[in-house]
Each structure stands twice: as C-alpha cells, then as structure tokens.
C-alpha cells in the first residue's frame, strides 16, 4: 500500500522530503495510531494544496483549524477531512460530527438584503431608473404593477387600475435615485403582508441565479449569502458574463478573494457589507462543510487518484 501511496504521491509532484514527513506520521505495525506531529500536519496540507492546482475544478483547501492540527480539503460534493478539531486523525468516513451545510432560506437572507435595499411601501425609481417597490421588487410594466396588492394611502381601499398606473408613471419618469422623494407624489402603499409576499418571490428567482452560477450547497452560509446578495442586485446574466473571478475563487474556497470579486459598481457601502459576509467564511466552523457520511480521509481519497 505504501508504494501505491508513494507513486500517487510523485504523480502529484511533492516533493521528497514532504512525503517523508507524511509517510513518517503513518503506523508501522498493525493497530498504530498514526503520528500527528506539525511535520505530518504541513505535509497534509502541501499534498491538499498540490491537489488543488492538479485538479483545479474539483477541489479547493482550508487551512487547518485554529484548534487542533486537522485541515480539510473540499470536492465538489464531499470533504476530505485529515484530522478530527482535537487532532485526532479520521480513517473512516463519517467517524467526526461535522456541521453539514444547509441552503439559505429566505429568512436567513432578508435582514441583509432588507439592509441594502430598504423596505419601500411605495412605487419608486432606483438608482438605474427602473421601478422598484417592497425590498428591491422589480416592476419592469404596468401590468406587473397591476398585479402588486396596493392600496390607496387615503382611502385605505384597493387600487384602481387608472391609480396604478399614474403612480407607476411617477415612479418612470420622477428621476430621483432617492425612495423618499416619491413618498408625496404617489398615493398607493402595499397591502398588509405585500412586502413579505414579493420578497418570497425574488428569493425563489435570485437564489435560482446564484445556484446555477455556484451550486449553493457547496457553499458556506455566510457565502451563500453574500452570492445571493450579489445575484438579487446584478440579476443572473449579469453573473455569469461578468464574474468570472468570482467563480475561480469559490471553487478555490478562497472567501476573501471572493468577497473582493463580489462588488458591483456605484455601490462602496453594499461592496463592504458582501465583503464582511464572505470574510464570516474563515471562521473554524465553517472549514466544515459537507455531512460526516460523505467524508473519508486524505489517504483514502488518494488512493483512488
């Protein structure tokens, strides 16, 4: 078995002296634990990152822990895990309580997008002159307005359809990139529950756009939110044309890059605010990413190269 080791090693061009630290940590007779020394640690990590550029696609290397010697290297649907939080090493998948990633729900994602897009009950234009309502709701046509539940600010009853259509043309052609100066203008407001309603909307469209551009549940929460954020603000085609560096740095779970790939012109304080969400990443917890059933060791996962 060691020389099969040996020659995936070589295939993947470590160096010799690091396969001698990772060879070395390994039990010499039956039932050894293998030895977890900072020589064996930094050897697993060369061969996590050596994986990494070989095989670029498919696998990216968080470093190991603040606790503990473990690290953890990512595949695309499974984590390769080298060592449990306390040091102890991991032979077999599924032997570490790990913290499965989950997707985003709408309710995980709306305080961070309701604090970059506000909360509008009014028709308004916004900073690129297309009406918008609620949470960032886009009404690209009258039609859309019309099916939106508005009310009359005066009366309190439904809106009538000549109503909605003299607020929707406020909102066209007003020009201000502020939401309060259409606050007098117009006269309708969203009914009780609207803003909740089209918010459940938008999320089940830019959570659609940012899945297809990076599948989500390869991703980090906080990550998953900041890509979200960016999708709910940029659309999906304006993803995938204009990010591709983002997605070089996902698939490399370098979440600081990221975060710095993740802006969108004309908007510094929303850039920041993603930013911060990415750099939640590098948090120990979030090394951990895929369920325990799924996991199995570096040696094991070598072996199969």
Do not use: C
């Amino acid at each position: 078995m060691l020389k099969k080791l040996l020659a995936k090693l070589k295939r993947l061009g470590i160096r010799p002296a690091v396969v001698q630290d990772y060879l070395g940590g390994f039990p010499t007779r039956p039932g050894q634990q293998p030895k977890i020394t900072p020589k064996f640690t930094s050897a697993q990590l060369v061969i996590a990152n050596a994986m990494a550029v070989r095989f670029r696609r498919a696998y990216g290397w968080a470093p190991p822990p603040k606790q503990g010697t473990g690290s953890v290297l990512v595949a695309a649907g499974k984590g390769i895990i080298l060592a449990d939080p306390k040091g102890k090493p991991v032979t077999r998948p599924g032997k570490v309580l790990l913290h499965p990633v989950r997707r985003i729900t709408s309710s995980d994602v709306r305080p961070f997008v309701e604090q970059n897009e506000g909360n509008v009950p009014h028709l308004y234009g916004d900073s690129r002159g297309n009406v918008t309502v609620g949470i960032g709701h886009l009404v690209p046509d009258l039609g859309a307005a019309q099916a939106i539940a508005l009310i009359n600010k005066f009366t309190g009853v439904p809106a009538t359809p000549d109503e909605v259509a003299r607020d929707f043309e406020i909102a066209r052609t007003l020009g201000s990139e502020l939401a309060s100066d259409y606050e007098d203008p117009t006269i309708l407001r969203l009914g009780p529950g609207e803003a909740d309603r089209l918010f459940e909307v938008d999320f089940i469209v830019h959570f659609s756009a940012a899945d297809n551009f990076y599948s989500m549940e390869f991703l980090p929460a906080p990550v998953q939110i900041g890509l979200f954020d960016l999708a709910f603000q940029r659309g999906g085609p304006a993803l995938v044309a204009e990010y591709v560096d983002l997605g070089g740095a996902l698939r490399r779970r370098d979440w600081s890059r990221a975060g710095r790939e993740a802006n969108a012109k004309q908007t510094p304080n929303r850039n920041a605010a993603r930013q911060q969400k990415f750099q939640e990443a590098l948090a120990f917890d979030f090394y951990f990413t895929t369920a325990p059933a799924k996991l199995e060791s570096l040696l094991d996962h070598l072996m199969k190269l």
